[in-house]
């Protein structure tokens, strides 16, 4: 068993809104690892950076990532920082993994002031922002089969630009 579709991207892309979409457009059932991550720490992920750390946080993300990819045949999203883990990176390997692509004003604008993200919860989003799509691009391209830039493009035309691009 495999996903259809691995979706991954910095936060504000659109991994779980598109991913969503697609699942439906496709008749298929969509999977979050940050759901998975929730469920399996009982807190919200807030609370675990807060109380546990990242690297606790990195450690159930990585088991999530793993489990989704061996049991689950719809949409998969994974959370934002997903391939930071060179386990995971290697584990992506033969899948469709859509890589979805926003720059920074628009990645900013469309995660606001969201306190749900701790990592872009600092003084400065903005440079937040940047330092982590700069940090992060080349890891994203080095498993994405599909990349679609999604900053002019409305969710549900992101989606047929995923199908577009997968044959
Ligand atoms: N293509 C798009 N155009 C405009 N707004 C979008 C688009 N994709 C997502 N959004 C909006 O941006 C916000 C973030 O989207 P979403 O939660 O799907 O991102 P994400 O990649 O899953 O982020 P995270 O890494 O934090 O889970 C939501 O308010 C969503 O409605
Ligand atoms: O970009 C990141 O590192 C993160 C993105 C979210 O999906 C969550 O997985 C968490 O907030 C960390
Ligand atoms: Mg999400």
Same mark, same amino acid.
């Given at each position: 068993?495999?996903?259809?579709?691995?979706?991954?991207?910095?936060?504000?892309?659109?991994?779980?809104?598109?991913?969503?979409?697609?699942?439906?457009?496709?008749?298929? $059932?969509?999977?979050? $690892?940050?759901?998975?991550?929730?469920?399996?720490?009982?807190?919200?992920?807030?609370?675990?950076?807060?109380?546990?750390?990242?690297?606790?946080?990195?450690? =159930?993300?990585?088991?999530?990532?793993?489990?989704? &990819?061996?049991?689950?045949? +719809?949409?998969?999203?994974?959370? +934002?920082?997903?391939?930071?883990?060179?386990?995971?990176?290697?584990?992506?390997?033969?899948? $469709?993994?859509?890589?979805?692509?926003?720059? $920074?004003?628009?990645?900013?604008?469309?995660?606001?002031?969201?306190?749900?993200?701790?990592?872009?919860?600092?003084?400065?989003?903005?440079?937040?922002?940047?330092?982590?799509?700069?940090?992060? &691009?080349? &890891?994203?391209?080095?498993?994405?089969?599909?990349?679609? =830039?999604?900053?002019? &493009?409305?969710?549900?035309?992101?989606?047929?630009?995923?199908?577009?691009?997968?044959?």
């Amino acid at each position: 068993m495999s996903p259809r579709f691995v979706v991954l991207g910095p936060p504000g892309a659109g991994k779980t809104t598109v991913g969503r979409l697609l699942a439906e457009r496709l008749g298929v $059932t969509f999977r979050d $690892t940050d759901d998975d991550v929730v469920a399996a720490a009982g807190k919200p992920i807030s609370d675990i950076f807060t109380t546990d750390g990242e690297p606790a946080f990195r450690a =159930l993300e990585e088991r999530a990532v793993a489990a989704g &990819l061996a049991d689950h045949d +719809g949409v998969l999203a994974l959370g +934002g920082g997903a391939v930071l883990s060179a386990a995971t990176r290697e584990r992506l390997a033969g899948h $469709t993994v859509v890589f979805l692509g926003v720059g $920074t004003a628009e990645g900013v604008r469309r995660t606001g002031l969201s306190t749900a993200r701790p990592l872009l919860a600092g003084v400065n989003p903005r440079s937040t922002f940047k330092a982590l799509l700069d940090a992060r &691009l080349p &890891l994203y391209r080095e498993v994405a089969t599909i990349e679609v =830039l999604t900053d002019d &493009l409305a969710p549900e035309r992101v989606v047929d630009a995923v199908l577009d691009r997968s044959g």
